[in-house]
T-cell receptor, first 111, second 109 residues
Framework: NAGVTQTPKFQVLKTGQSMTLQCAQD?????MSWYRQDPGMGLRLIHY???????DQGEVPNGYNVSRSTTEDFPLRLLSAAPSQTSVYFC??????????FGPGTRLTVL | GQQLNQSPQSMFIQEGEDVSMNCTSS?????WLWYKQDPGEGPVLLIA???AGELTSNGRLTAQFGITRKDSFLNISASIPSDVGIYFC?????????WGAGTKLIIKP
């Protein structure tokens, strides 16, 4: 099992550009989520999904979109990147939303 | 939004010492989780707690789910160099994990 995979590992964007962060898991987990981590802070939930076709907002959803067309994939879209979105982004999956397994992260810089 | 207060923010300890950190919340959680994060990596689950009063061990790590369901602590016994990292607590509420700000563990040479 590859577990939770994320691509790209690093990304630099200019303000206003859009992009999609990819996340995939091969554990057949129903629950998937996206977090951002800023220096000196814990993780903050952006969006989550409890199954294919179902998504919901977390604590900091503004500026981000998600979709869940398959159990395996949960991409995160930045619509118009802003410097405030410079962060490390983590994707996680779990069977029931409790014991979440994390990917290695995407380090995003917005200039 | 909900907040978890995690303390201490950082700890400088000697190898072999015991370590204790805790998390408190103004809200009740059904699940408490403890994670460790190494530099450049995603968090890795150490211990999950599901019942108030539960005491669970994982090797040298012991964690407890507070009776009030608003707090949890993590102890590490006889610390070793590979224990260095950032430890996070997280509480589960309606499929959403709420995270503490982390405790950075540094081992003095």
């Amino acid at each position: 099992n590859a577990g939770v995979t994320q691509t790209p590992k690093f990304q630099v964007l200019k303000t206003g550009q859009s992009m999609t962060l990819q996340c995939a898991q091969d554990m057949n987990h129903e629950y998937m989520s996206w977090y951002r981590q800023d220096p000196g802070m814990g993780l903050r939930l952006i969006h989550y999904s409890v199954g294919a076709g179902i998504t919901d907002q977390g604590e900091v959803p503004n500026g981000y979109n998600v979709s869940r067309s398959t159990t395996e994939d949960f991409p995160l879209r930045l619509l118009s990147a802003a410097p405030s979105q410079t962060s490390v982004y983590f994707c996680a999956s779990s069977r029931g939303g409790h014991e979440q397994f994390f990917g290695p992260g995407t380090r995003l810089t917005v200039l | 939004g909900q907040q978890l207060n995690q303390s201490p923010q950082s700890m400088f300890i000697q190898e072999g010492e015991d370590v204790s950190m805790n998390c408190t919340s103004s809200s009740i959680f059904n699940t408490w989780l403890w994670y460790k994060q190494d530099p450049g990596e995603g968090p890795v689950l150490l211990i999950a707690l599901y019942k108030a009063g539960e005491l669970t061990s994982n090797g040298r790590l012991t964690a407890q789910f507070g009776i009030t369901r608003k707090d949890s602590f993590l102890n590490i016994s006889a610390s070793i160099p590979s224990d260095v990292g950032i430890y996070f607590c997280a509480g589960n509420s309606n499929y959403q994990l709420i995270w503490g700000a982390g405790t950075k563990l540094i081992i003095k040479p």
